[in-house]
């Protein structure tokens, strides 16, 4: 079982910037290729942001509301992913989760995600 801890949420203002962190318990790259953030507003569905292949090769996948102005990195030594927020909108504001998949090409797609972690805050407003 992998586990996974966000960190790196917060209140930010219109405009501002944050860095979110996912690291995991253990080593990722070969058991799981793909490591992704998904985020959820209040009554709404959970939906992809980012996603990012973790071995040779990296393969990078945003949503249209975030490209351009998020960007998704990782460190395997520090066995760590990364999600860059600038120009943040209020419409960003939900809860982020981390999420890993088995699968070797990075997906939106929820089901194709094993472990998760437990979600971070993300508010932006004035």
């Known amino acids: 079982q992998l586990q996974l801890v966000e960190s790196g949420g917060g209140l930010v203002q219109p405009g501002g910037s944050l860095r979110l962190s996912c690291a995991a318990a253990?080593?990722?790259?070969?058991?799981?290729?793909?490591m992704a953030w998904f985020r959820q507003a209040p009554g709404q569905e959970r939906a992809g942001v980012s996603a990012?292949?973790?071995?040779?090769?990296?393969?990078?996948l945003y949503a249209d509301s975030v490209k351009g102005r998020f960007t998704i990195s990782r460190d395997n030594a520090k066995r760590t992913v990364y999600l860059q927020m600038d120009s943040l909108k209020p419409e960003d504001t939900a809860v982020y989760y981390c999420?890993?998949?088995?699968?070797?090409?990075?997906?939106?797609?929820?089901?194709?995600?094993?472990?998760w972690g437990q979600g971070t805050q993300v508010t932006v407003s004035s």
């Open positions: 999420a890993a998949s088995t699968y070797r090409t990075p997906s939106m797609r929820i089901a194709r995600y094993d472990y």
């Open positions: 253990s080593d990722f790259t070969v058991d799981y290729p793909v």
């Open positions: 990012i292949s973790t071995s040779a090769g990296e393969t990078t």
